[in-house]
């Protein structure tokens, strides 16, 4: 596996203004994150796991400091420019699955090849690869309502895999899911991602979930308190709780 850093975080800080009030919710985070690494920000609630996840999917400025992806500097990005990064290079998977209800699982998965000027033959063919990759080859014509939690979730990151994004970012994924469906779906997801060499950078703040990690960053208070593999973090787990 290659081993060269594709996305850069270099002292970045981000703050909120709330009426008058500023709040600090990146104080300074460094972090670099390799190609075809699985990556999850855990730390406590309020400690800045969404807010670092936001800005390293480019869904939101950072206030100060740099973010490196794939060589390309997105603080210094455009609106426009975001938005053209994030459908070349970036999926999502959703805590809530954010499926649309009125489509069926193959038009929810093949819904974001429709901005690439793709014929429908080809968007419908790839979106059905990517369900049967997640085991959902019986469910194309299933409605978010027919399905389980699970399978909704599986339809979430067939639809986040359809474009073949060299990142998918996840905040969360498993937060709705029972905890045998959810190390079903981690385990998938974790396969797929590693056998295709993909960056997996997800939020969580369950343990188990965590274990399926390379590298775990922990976040306290808006920093990056400790950075490492899983069995390295789980010898020192104060900041976790
Ligand atoms: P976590 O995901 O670890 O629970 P967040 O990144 O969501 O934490 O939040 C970090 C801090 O930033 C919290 O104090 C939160 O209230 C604040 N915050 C997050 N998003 C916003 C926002 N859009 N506006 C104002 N404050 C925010
Ligand atoms: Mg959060």
Redesign the pocket.
């Known amino acids: 596996m290659e081993q060269a850093p594709l996305i850069e975080v270099r002292n970045v800080t ?1 703050v ?3 009426g008058s009030v500023d ?1 600090h ?1 990146l104080r300074g985070v460094d972090l670099i994150i390799n190609r075809g690494e699985i990556c999850c920000i855990i ?12 800005v390293l999917a480019g869904l939101e400025h950072v206030t100060s400091g740099e973010i490196v992806i794939a060589g390309k500097r997105l603080d210094k990005m455009t609106q426009s420019e975001l938005i053209v990064f994030r459908q070349k290079h970036v999926g999502f998977i959703f805590q809530a699955f954010n499926l649309m209800p009125y489509y069926t699982a193959l038009e929810n998965v093949a819904f974001p090849l429709s901005f690439r000027g793709m014929p429908a033959r080809k968007r419908n063919a790839l979106a059905r690869e990517a369900l049967k990759t997640m085991g959902l080859e019986t469910h194309l014509k299933h409605k978010p309502s027919q399905m389980s939690g699970g399978q909704q979730q599986r339809v979430g990151i067939a639809r986040a895999l359809v474009t073949n994004p060299d990142i998918v970012f996840a ?1 969360e994924p498993t937060g709705n899911l029972d905890s045998n469906t959810s190390d079903d779906v981690m385990r998938t997801i974790c396969e797929v991602m590693r056998s295709r060499n993909k960056t997996l950078v997800m ?1 969580t703040h369950d343990p188990n979930m965590a274990m399926y990690a390379d590298k775990l960053a922990v ?1 306290h208070q ?1 920093k990056l308190v400790r950075f490492g593999t899983p069995e390295e973090i789980f010898s020192h787990e104060e900041e976790l709780r």
């Open positions: 981000k909120y203004r709330v709040i919710a730390g406590r609630s309020g400690s800045g796991k969404s807010t670092l996840l936001n905040d939020v976040m808006g």
